[in-house]
């Protein structure tokens, strides 16, 4: 990998790791499952499983290392109590994906999910929106995990962000790796 990034595949450690669980969450074209497979560099098969974790690594940021689990929810409804489950225990993160290209994948989270979400589980969980495209040109302030938690692009991000108690707005190249990394980065940093 050429980014400042890293990960690994995660095995039996001796040390205790901090866990930090991200679920990736959105509709089928929203994009969530190659986000996943860029990050792990690797095909993830898809699931009819309501929740899997699909990835285990062990993720190094500045100064410490946490072991990264990434869950691929593939039925939101019906993974809610395994999900609060989890969250009520171990530090994790939620990823709202959408998809540009289809804006159907961006209402039903704002209609339907986001709000099930923070009713059933809270808004202590942070949760990220990101915007998925295979094309999207990304340009990035340099302290940019800074500024994730205040991105505005346009005022429907802004309220969005505000109305639905969202952490951050981060929109993600699929063809860029750094761009797929910083979203990963992003998470692992809300959810620590």
């Known amino acids: 990998m050429t980014s400042e990034f890293k990960h690994e595949a995660y095995q039996n450690l001796h040390v205790e790791q901090e866990v930090v669980n991200v679920f990736v969450a959105g509709e089928e074209p929203s994009g969530k499952c190659s986000l996943i497979k860029r990050f792990a560099n690797r095909e993830i098969q898809k699931t009819t499983s309501k929740l899997k974790c699909v990835v285990k690594c062990l993720y190094t940021l500045t ?3 946490v072991v990264l689990r990434i869950w691929y929810v593939h039925n939101l409804y019906g993974a809610m109590d395994s999900i609060k489950e989890i969250c009520n225990h171990q530090k994790s993160v939620i990823l709202f994906c959408y998809s540009s290209s289809y804006i159907d994948t961006l209402a039903s989270l704002l209609v339907q999910w986001i709000p099930e979400i923070k009713e059933q589980i809270g808004t202590s969980v942070p949760a990220l929106l990101v915007e998925n495209e295979n094309n999207l040109k990304i340009s990035e302030p340099e ?8 991105f505005v692009s346009t005022e429907d991000e802004h309220f969005v962000m505000q ?3 969202l952490n951050g707005f981060l929109r993600c190249s699929l063809n860029d790796i750094e761009s797929v990394e910083r979203v990963f980065h992003a998470a692992v940093t809300f959810a620590s």
């Open 63 to 65: 100064s410490s290392a």
């Open 143 to 150: 302290d940019w995990v800074s500024e994730a938690k205040h």
């Open 163 to 165: 109305r639905f108690l």
